[in-house]
């Protein structure tokens, strides 16, 4: 496990490159940096120099006779020009590489919602972190619950947009184990900043051990841990605390049991229905003095990890 | 053909000395707050648009300071997540929508175009002081929303966040749509001035270069702002009727959305730099005492930045469009940099055996140079596609687009206040501390967002309230950068105030500039010019004369004078 102390990136542009594509992305910026740097000393230079060598003194007025010469000003349109079209090609390619993922990549479900990820594996499991495996395509087919969110991981120099009602694709391949940020980039409300994962790099032979294991929570665990490991994953503690603390959501602190006020003026009991209910559909029965931001999940949660959640707000007294 | 002027009809004496002239100035032709309310007089309006944009300004700007603080630390510094979500919301909406887009052609182009162009007013002076009205309507909309629900959708109000978040959308939509009519009123308003109200001899080629780029905004702001209206339309239809045009909860589409946003707003992009490059070339050209070099050159890049500017909006969303529609926006965008180009080359050509005074606007017109040359190189990154998928939304397009809008079109704006203030309010001002104040702002500026640059290429997303550990060191820096431009901004306000306090008396032409606005007293009277100005080349500036007591350039006597090739069409 040596390689998951990697040092970070040496360079001072662009973070640590764990991808098959950043090397490709690192070069096109380094291609752009290098023009972009003469030109910049070219001007910069020019510039100075013209200042200081005919800074006005007493007396002598301008002596440039030329005001237009259009020979040098075509010059100056068609280098560039020409220049431009190598960044643009250069940019092109490593695009392609970046659109096109190969036939055998490993898929995963990606659904992003108001501020968690939820990963998707092929047997169902649902992770709030990304794990696959090294060395191997890995496409993430991606769609949204709510509003626009963008999965960006700066170490594979990916990033595409996640919509609601469509779906979009990612792909990359990790080149080496470790842990790397994950983020949302594309902003989406209060805690945009904290719709932050990470993907989780797996040397060879180890993805399939960690997701078999990792799977299997419902049955290794008691429901109320399981409960209380769902409510981690899945994004229940971005808005509800355990602590009695105020969050954009009712605290789960001793709410079993309770008498609460809805926003109709209607009273309900917080018993297993309603928590049930309101997993389901957020919104039929919403709280008073909180605002109808909670995404549904219908569909995403089995009726045994609802279970086990119930169990969890029950253990909370 | 007429650089030669008529040796009779040589200017009258008195139209260009300071001293007491047969027709009081604008300032004090009429008094009283009825004779400001009610002005049709384009410089009033545009001292008004000064007013309203400047304190727009300083409403933006405290906001930038309050959100660089709160990023000081990772997690809660100053405020919580949906304060800080607030604030830079309407950070850019305020900055764009009220400062930026209205400061160059609405506040001093306002004032400046007819007294350049040699007319008595604006073609349509009943409507000039209406976009007031509107601009001043449209903000009042925008500001509501802050005192109502909030605005924080970002500046963009992408959808479906727009219309489903619980903050004031509307209110502030509508404030924007308002805002956009101002802003097409003054672009018919210049398109009609420029077309109908020169003065004999004022042929196109003989326009200064600041009305070349103010014709090239009016076309914009006329074109593309509707659409802007007509997207916010939608928007509030789906907001508040349920009609579905962009979430897909409705059957609509969210990316239609920032088709039609960008349509106008990256055409809006040129709205706001076009006119600071027109200023730029008046000051480049002014202060190096020889005219511009390849002024057709500059003409028809104006022109061909504003037609090429409608094509690349699409590289707003190489994240989210085709991969096919992305080569295509990628290719048409590098396009849009060689007209650029050719102004920046052009500029330092200018400069070459020219005669270069410092003075404090040509400070500032050196530092936009500078400053908007890195703003459009950076450009190259986010234009290539392999790079723009990684640096999309971080903080390398922040510092980018800071870059080109402040340290572009607000350098522009600053060293154009320091140009025409002479002549706005007939005082001088300290060269002194005018010169300090750029000095600052030029190091503050860059302290501040250089290090954005490096930010968000390290994977730094934009819009974040908290932030990975990693990256506090930088943003430590960039938030002390920002206080020092900060002092910058109020020194140089400070300048500013002093003036009108103390400052001593402008002449008529301080800077032996050859452009119209110069012939005629400073402050101008009412109807601009006492005798009708006599038109020849605007960068011709050989003739005129420094007067030692006074401090005015003054046309030499008339002899008959070469010509030199840049003026033979007429």
């Known amino acids: 496990m040596s390689a998951f102390s990697m040092p970070a990136s040496a360079r001072l542009w662009m973070p640590e490159s764990a991808s098959t594509a950043a090397q490709q992305v690192d070069w096109v910026f380094d291609v752009v940096l290098v023009i972009c740097t003469i030109f910049f000393v070219g001007i910069t230079g020019a510039l100075v120099a013209f200042v200081v060598r005919y800074r006005r003194r007493e007396g002598t007025p301008a002596t440039r006779q030329l005001h237009h010469h259009t020979g040098l000003e075509v010059a100056w349109s068609v280098i560039p020009g020409i220049l431009l079209a190598v960044i643009f090609i250069v940019g092109l390619t490593g695009f392609m590489q970046l659109t096109t993922p190969p036939e055998d990549a490993y898929e995963v479900g990606v659904i992003g919602k108001k501020w968690v990820w939820a990963f998707q594996y092929p047997n169902g499991y649902i992770d709030d972190t990304l794990h696959v495996p090294v060395d191997q395509p890995v496409m993430l087919n991606m769609t949204s619950d709510d509003v626009i969110h963008s999965m960006y991981i700066p170490a594979f120099r990916v990033k595409r947009d996640v919509i609601p009602g469509r779906y979009t694709k990612l792909w990359f391949e990790a080149t080496k184990p470790g842990e790397f940020n994950l983020f949302c980039a594309e902003y989406c409300g209060t805690k945009h900043s904290n719709m932050i994962s990470s993907v989780v790099v797996h040397p060879p032979g180890e993805f399939d051990r960690w997701l078999e294991k990792a799977s299997n929570f419902l049955e290794t665990m008691s429901p109320a841990e399981a409960g209380k490991l769902l409510y981690k994953r899945r994004g229940c503690a971005q808005c509800h605390s355990v602590d009695g603390s105020q969050m954009a959501g009712p605290s789960f602190l001793a709410a079993w049991g309770q008498t609460a006020v809805l926003d109709d003026g209607s009273t309900v009991e917080v018993d297993a229905n309603y928590i049930r209910e309101s997993i389901l559909e957020p919104q039929s029965k919403a709280r008073a003095g909180y605002r109808k931001v909670m995404p549904t999940y219908q569909g995403q949660l089995k009726d045994e990890e609802i279970s086990a959640l119930i169990e969890f707000i029950k253990s909370l007294k | ?570």
């Open chain 2, 1 to 570: 053909m007429s650089t030669t002027l008529p040796p009779t009809t040589r200017l009258p004496e008195q139209a260009w000395k300071s001293e007491p002239i047969s027709e009081p100035d604008y300032l004090r032709n009429k008094r009283g707050i009825m004779s400001w309310v009610y002005t049709l007089d384009h410089k009033r309006i545009g001292v008004m648009y000064l007013i309203g944009i400047l304190t727009a300004f300083l409403m933006g700007g405290v906001m930038a300071i309050l959100v660089r603080t709160e990023l000081l630390s990772p997690s809660r510094t100053i405020m919580g997540p949906d304060a800080y979500n607030h604030m830079f919301t309407l950070h850019g909406a305020i900055m764009t929508f009220l400062f930026i887009i209205p400061s160059i052609p609405a506040a001093l182009g306002n004032f400046i175009l007819p007294i350049m162009l040699g007319a008595k007013d604006v073609a349509f002076p009943r409507m000039n002081l209406a976009s007031w009205y509107l601009w001043v309507f449209g903000a009042v909309f925008l500001i509501a929303a802050m005192a109502l629900n909030g605005l924080d959708t970002g500046w963009t109000f992408y959808t479906p966040y727009s219309t489903t978040t619980n903050s004031s959308v509307i209110s502030a939509t509508l404030g924007v749509f308002i805002l956009g009519f101002s802003s097409i009123f003054t672009g018919i308003n210049f398109i009609a001035t420029v077309h109908i109200m020169r003065p004999k001899g004022m042929t196109w080629f003989r326009m200064p270069l600041f009305l070349w780029s103010l014709y090239s905004t009016a076309i914009i702001q006329v074109l593309a702002t509707p659409v802007l209206g007509i997207t916010l339309l939608l928007l509030i239809a789906e907001r508040a009727l349920g009609i579905g045009f962009f979430d897909p909860k409705l059957g609509g589409d969210p990316v239609l959305y920032q088709h039609f946003f960008w349509f106008y707003s990256h055409p809006a992009v040129y709205i706001m730099i076009l006119p600071a490059m027109g200023v730029i070339s008046e000051l480049i050209s002014t202060f190096s005492r020889t005219p511009i070099f390849g002024y057709r050159f500059m003409c028809y890049s104006a022109i061909a930045i504003a037609f090429l500017g409608f094509l690349v909006w699409g590289h707003h969303m190489f994240t989210s469009e085709s991969a096919m529609a992305a080569v295509i926006f990628s290719a048409l965008t590098f396009s849009v940099s060689i007209p650029s180009g050719i102004k920046v080359f052009n500029w330092l050509a200018t400069l070459y055996k020219g005669s270069i005074s410092l003075t404090t606007p040509m400070c500032f017109a050196l530092s936009f140079i500078l400053l908007f040359t890195i703003g459009g190189l950076t450009g190259l990154f986010l234009g290539a596609l392999a790079t723009d998928i990684h640096l999309h939304d971080t903080y390398f397009v922040v510092a980018h687009f800071h870059y080109v809008m402040m340290g572009g079109s607000l350098m522009a704006f600053i060293g154009g206040m320091f140009y025409w203030w002479p002549k706005l309010f007939g005082k001088m001002y300290s060269e002194f501390w005018g010169r300090i104040s750029c000095l600052i702002i030029f190091i503050g500026f860059n302290w501040t967002f250089f290090p954005q640059f490096i930010l968000g290429s390290r994977g730094m997303p934009r819009r974040f309230y908290d932030y990975k550990p990693e990256y506090q060191g930088l943003h430590v820096i960039s938030t002390s950068g920002a206080f020092f431009l900060g002092i910058g901004l109020i020194l140089c306000a400070a300048v500013f105030l002093h003036s009108l306090w103390r400052g001593r008396r402008a002449p008529a032409n301080p800077w032996g500039a050859a452009t119209l606005e110069w012939q005629t007293a400073s402050p101008p009277p009412l109807h601009n010019f006492v005798d009708d100005p006599v038109v020849t080349d605007p960068y011709d500036m050989a003739d005129f004369e420094l007067q030692r007591d006074t401090g005015d350039y003054v046309r030499r006597p008339y002899t008959p004078s070469q010509s030199d090739g840049t003026e033979t069409q007429s």
